[in-house]
């Protein structure tokens, strides 16, 4: 208390002032209807500025949630879009695939055989042999399964055999990595009758039960043909596969019928 006391009595006359100054700016603002409309303006316009600055923040902050939102409504979207039937020549046929949304936990690619960890689970619908997407193309297919967490072969391991082929063909071969590059995997086993050239387009070939057909790859980044034969096709994925956030699971829901029928073919 006597600190205080101290202080005002050595700046008295400083604090003086500062009333003085702030009455005769009152009196002078109530008074004239000019300087009103000017400090009323100013007001408002720091006010707006403060207001906008803690908008932009509350915005940040937001946009994990508002994120998650979208990709949930858009996964909603997806599975609306399947459940509605498509008629091909006078047959209507439904799709067979359902959608889950999901967020990647831990993301490998630095190896020779990566993996990633997704935040759902067999609670959530998830099994083995799903397919993981995002919007860009593909990213891998899921292995094991735990009730809330599931492990995801990423497309950058050597066990990652996928059916693909060049979006203005109807030649198939696998797509592979060879461990070198993250950003380019390539395309093996296509046959030498196929014609595409640098650019184009790759995508899912649908010849599994895996991955529907037409999910974006990336692009014929090089190639080398020697006796008509491909040495190598090499791919560069839309994805950066070393960021990578939400993703999409793909459930063939038709996926035990089709495995128990080739199955029963080949007895």
Known sequence: MRQIIKFLEKYRYFLLFIILEFIALSFTIQSHSYHRSKFVNSANSITGGIYGKLNSINEFWSLKSENQRLLEENTRLKNIL???PIEIDSTKYTSRYRYFSAKIIKNDYTKRNNYLLINKG????????????????????TKSVSNHNTTVISIL???SQVNAKPKNTNHFGTLSWNGKDYKTVQLLDLPRQAQFKVGDTIITGGKSTIFPEGILIGTIKDFEKNDNVYNFINITLFNDMSSLSNVNIIANIQRKEIQELENTNNE
Do not use: Q, W
């Open 82 to 84: 399947s459940l509605e």
């Open 122 to 141: 067999s609670k959530n619908g998830v099994k083995p042999e799903m397919a993981v997407v995002n919007s860009k193309g593909i990213i891998g297919v």
């Open 157 to 159: 391991n050597k066990y």
